[in-house]
């Protein structure tokens, strides 16, 4: 809370700085309102069209709390060179849309750099939500990704 109300004073001084209205972003993903947040991602790029090149990895995000898992595929596919973390998000995203080779293809690719990451644990320590159920939404689509992997019969919920 404190951080937000100090985001909402600097956002009152400069009504019009994109970093700040980023920042508003990050800090309601980390609350867990996607839609909020992908407002003020719209509103940072509206301000400074091109924007900074970050916008689409919260977006991805944005639309995964949102449960948009095709608004946040959409997202992650325009992010230029992901690092490991956002791929293992990606694998994630394409198991909860039913795309078993996408998922594979991700997961793949990460092994590929790192064979001995380790997908949920980094996830955990990589990704700072408030609430457990947003935490526990995103290791569930790694697991079901890592599931389909590995063998598994599951599906996506």
């Not at 407002?39 to 069209?49: L, N, S």
């Not at 690719?109 to 949920?120: L, N």
């Amino acid at each position: 809370e404190v951080s937000e109300r100090t985001i909402n004073r600097a956002l009152t001084l400069n009504p019009f700085s994109d970093d700040t209205m980023l920042g508003k972003a990050v800090i309601l993903l980390v609350r867990g309102r996607g839609a909020e947040a992908l407002d003020w991602i719209e509103r940072a790029v509206d301000v400074m069209p091109g924007g900074q090149g970050h916008e689409d990895i919260l977006r991805f995000e944005a639309c995964f709390l949102m449960r948009d898992y095709d608004g946040a595929a959409q997202a992650a596919a325009r992010i230029a060179h992901p690092d490991l973390r956002q791929r293992t998000f990606m694998a994630g995203i394409a198991a909860l849309r039913g795309r078993r080779e996408e998922a594979l293809r991700h997961l793949a690719d990460v092994a590929a750099i790192d064979p001995g990451w380790d997908h949920v644990t980094r996830a955990r320590e990589g990704h700072f939500f408030e609430r457990a159920e947003d935490t526990e939404h995103l290791l569930g689509a790694i697991r079901l990704a890592l599931s389909l992997r590995d063998g598994g019969g599951v599906t996506a919920p």
